[in-house]
């Protein structure tokens, strides 16, 4: 067992929400059920007084603040797996996490992951919560990811996650001409009836993203995009509700659709990119230890580069016939 402190500032935005609604936004990484517990067991404290009622009322501004004991990840089993390490000091690591590579164990994917690879080549990560990932990439996202190797690290990134203060930047190809760049503020939550999906819903969290365009093709728009939060599969869906889905995105609607007298080669690359177009190219964060400003790129995967060079050939091929 190793007990870990949690810490969070509560949020405007969670005003007259009760206390374990406020506590599984805050630490989404624990169930409603496990943090409901902890409250009652007066592990947690607000503003340094134990709070054990979990339809109690937060009003914005308040400290949270739970001691608890958890189990180490040790329980998971380190598996000999390759690791991209873009930057390491003793207390983070900074990842480029390739396609095909699921961040955490879960239902259909036991090992196998980034968490099992950390166990391998740092044993006493095991000691640090959910083996030090703070923030994930879905499965076939490519790009960067940081992970703290201690717990006085990993305490003060997720803090800095929940104030907004990291930047998470990516590359996307999405659907269709989009004119201009813009903000997709919609909240979200679990899609009622699809249980592994997410969506946009009016009682959901705040969810924001910007975007902007790079390069205009046929029928596709390459972008970047910057999270201002971070909800599950949150760019997929919300490019998906502006009718813009990601190529390759099967399970939001970005299914191929050539664009009319495409060639074979350009065809064949389509058919051959079987995940969603999406990157996470650039992060940005204060250092959890020093505070120093530190930011990383990550140069775009094979299979993107080979798509885009895909998605220019055959704009140039029919860019007389275009009317923009």
Same mark, same amino acid.
């Given at each position: 067992?190793?007990? /870990?402190?949690?810490?969070?500032? $509560?949020?405007?935005?969670?005003?007259?929400?009760?206390?374990?609604?406020?506590?599984?936004?805050?630490?989404?990484?624990?169930?409603?059920?496990?943090?409901?517990?902890? +409250?009652?067991?007066?592990? $947690?404290?607000?503003?340094? !007084?134990?709070?054990?009622?979990?339809?109690?009322?937060?009003?914005?501004?308040?400290? !949270?603040?739970?001691?608890?004991? /958890?189990?180490?990840?040790?329980?998971?089993?380190?598996?000999?797996?390759?690791?991209? !390490?873009?930057?390491?000091?003793?207390?983070? =690591?900074?990842?480029?996490?390739?396609?095909?590579?699921?961040?955490?164990?879960?239902?259909?994917?036991?090992?196998?992951? $980034?968490?099992?690879?950390? =166990?391998? @080549?740092?044993?006493?990560?095991?000691? $640090?919560?959910?083996?030090? +990932?703070?923030?994930?990439?879905?499965?076939?996202?490519?790009?960067?990811?940081?992970?703290?190797?201690?717990?006085?690290?990993?305490?003060?990134?997720?803090?800095?996650?929940?104030?907004?203060?990291?930047?998470?930047?990516?590359?996307?190809?999405?659907?269709?001409?989009?004119?201009?760049?813009?903000?997709?503020?919609?909240?979200?939550?679990?899609?009622?009836?699809?249980?592994?999906?997410?969506?946009?819903?009016?009682?959901?969290?705040? #969810?924001?993203?910007?975007?902007? !365009?790079?390069?205009?093709?046929?029928?596709?728009?390459?972008?970047?995009?910057?999270?201002?939060?971070?909800?599950?599969?949150?760019?997929?869906? @919300?490019?998906?509700?502006?009718?813009?889905?990601?190529?390759?995105?099967?399970?939001?609607?970005?299914?191929?659709?050539?664009?009319?007298? #495409?060639?074979?080669?350009?065809?064949?690359?389509?058919?051959?990119?079987?995940?969603?177009?999406?990157?996470?190219?650039?992060?940005?964060?204060?250092?959890? +230890?020093?505070?120093?400003?530190?930011?990383?790129?990550?140069?775009?995967?094979?299979?993107?580069?080979?798509?885009?060079?895909?998605?220019? #050939?055959?704009? =140039?091929?029919?860019?007389?016939?275009?009317?923009?």
């Amino acid at each position: 067992m190793t007990q /870990i402190t949690l810490s969070a500032e $509560v949020q405007s935005e969670h005003m007259g929400l009760r206390l374990d609604q406020t506590l599984a936004e805050l630490f989404p990484d624990y169930s409603r059920s496990r943090l409901k517990t902890w +409250i009652e067991g007066d592990c $947690v404290k607000v503003n340094g !007084i134990i709070s054990n009622i979990p339809r109690a009322k937060v009003y914005g501004g308040e400290q !949270i603040d739970i001691i608890v004991e /958890i189990e180490d990840e040790n329980r998971f089993e380190a598996e000999d797996l390759a690791l991209n !390490i873009v930057y390491e000091d003793e207390h983070i =690591l900074v990842i480029n996490k390739p396609k095909n590579f699921v961040v955490h164990p879960g239902a259909g994917n036991p090992k196998g992951t $980034v968490l099992n690879a950390l =166990l391998y @080549h740092y044993p006493e990560i095991a000691e $640090v919560p959910r083996a030090g +990932i703070v923030h994930r990439l879905d499965k076939d996202t490519t790009g960067l990811m940081v992970v703290a190797k201690t717990i006085p690290a990993q305490t003060q990134l997720v803090r800095e996650l929940q104030k907004r203060n990291i930047t998470r930047e990516y590359e996307a190809i999405a659907y269709g001409i989009m004119t201009k760049g813009g903000t997709v503020d919609q909240p979200m939550a679990r899609h009622t009836t699809k249980r592994t999906h997410m969506a946009v819903h009016p009682m959901g969290k705040p #969810a924001v993203t910007h975007y902007r !365009i790079m390069e205009r093709f046929r029928n596709y728009t390459r972008l970047r995009l910057r999270l201002e939060t971070g909800r599950t599969h949150q760019i997929r869906v @919300h490019m998906a509700h502006i009718a813009h889905p990601l190529l390759g995105d099967q399970t939001y609607g970005g299914r191929p659709r050539p664009p009319k007298n #495409a060639s074979e080669d350009f065809m064949a690359v389509l058919r051959t990119f079987k995940r969603q177009a999406l990157h996470a190219v650039m992060l940005r964060l204060n250092h959890p +230890i020093t505070g120093e400003l530190m930011e990383w790129y990550a140069p775009l995967p094979d299979d993107f580069v080979e798509l885009v060079e895909a998605l220019k #050939a055959d704009y =140039l091929l029919h860019k007389d016939d275009l009317d923009y």
